[in-house]
């Protein structure tokens, strides 16, 4: 009869035991990878992503706080409707974190940010049921809005067919107006007030403005001279629109520049830059939605470059002779 050596009878138990332990570890490791992994999958409003108690919830804060503005069918009426084309076109394919974020921080018009964060879910929730999206079991939580993609396609034989970014096909107009201006004037009418006010925000945080903290006296030619018209945070939210809006005009067919000279609007590069100043308009306008004087500043570098790279081709040049010619 054969005895195992001394001790190495318990080094396999150790051992076995060991790897054991090990593959234990890892499978629970994986395993919880896996689970985090499915919990961060996107989704959209079209999985269940509220409940029918919360809409309900959020129709009692709706018919309290939003009606008077967006109608009683959120068919819109002193403001923008909240279902369909209209809301689609805007929201389509965004997160719910960007909706609930723009209703959090400029919801309601009269009194922007008295609604709590759960209040505002609530709203979103009954805005998505409006929109015909199907209820589950569990409410919206505040952990899975950024993972939540706004899907609400709704295509019938006069609406525009939308994909998950939101873009929309429609016919082209065939109505066309002429150009007025040369492009340094709709630079000075449009552009240059309309960046200032957002350069303001450096220096000046629109929301203290608006609790009576004043305005600094070089502003006055911009959000002070406003001031007892519109909301600060409402005028940096327009400046923002217009440069965003700046495109088509920019691009207008015949628009000559202030020596005489075409405007370039057939070359690549000029596409390129009006593109970039589209787009820093829009950032500015996502960054204002925020009310944050930081996020806006910050943002502010973006709308700089958009314009100093159309201005180093085009305008910066020994004379103005020499503008609009690359």
């Given at each position: ?321 020499q503008r609009c010619t690359p």
């Amino acid at each position: 009869m054969r005895f195992p050596v001394p001790g190495s009878w318990f080094r396999v138990r150790v051992q076995v035991r060991f790897w054991v332990l090990c593959s234990v570890f890892v499978g629970s490791l994986f395993g919880a990878f896996a689970l985090r992994a499915h919990a961060q999958q996107p989704r959209t409003t079209k999985d269940a992503v509220y409940s029918a108690a919360q809409a309900k919830r959020g129709e009692a804060v709706y018919k309290d706080k939003c009606v008077a503005c967006h109608g009683a069918k959120l068919e819109g009426d002193f403001g923008p409707p909240l279902t369909g084309e209209a809301f689609l076109g805007i929201w389509g394919g965004l997160s719910l974190s960007e909706l609930v974020d723009k209703i959090h921080n400029t919801m309601p018009a009269d009194a922007p940010g008295t609604l709590t964060r759960p209040q505002v879910l609530d709203v979103v929730t009954y805005i998505l049921q409006a929109n015909q999206a199907p209820a589950g079991a569990a409410d919206l939580a505040e952990a899975a809005l950024k993972q939540i993609a706004l899907d609400l396609m709704q295509a019938g034989p006069d609406s525009m067919r939308r994909g998950p970014s939101g873009s929309a096909t429609t016919a082209a107009s065939t109505t066309s107006f002429p150009p007025t201006g040369t492009v340094n004037q709709v630079m000075r009418g449009i552009l240059f007030p309309s960046s200032n006010v957002l350069f303001d925000v450096q220096t000046q945080d629109p929301g203290a403005q608006a609790k009576g903290g004043g305005a600094h006296p070089e502003a006055a030619a911009t959000t002070a001279r406003y001031g007892n018209v519109y909301e600060p945070w409402q005028i940096v939210d327009a400046a923002a629109i217009s440069i965003a809006e700046i495109g088509p005009i920019l691009m207008t067919p015949g628009r000559r520049c202030e020596n005489g000279k075409p405007a370039p609007v057939d070359r690549a590069d000029w596409q390129q830059y009006v593109q970039g100043l589209v787009e820093a308009g829009r950032a500015a306008y996502k960054a204002s939605q925020t009310r944050d004087q930081a996020t806006v500043s910050d943002v502010t570098n973006v709308i700089s470059d958009a314009c100093a790279n159309c201005h180093r081709v085009y305008r910066d040049v020994p004379t103005n002779a020499q503008r609009c010619t690359p």
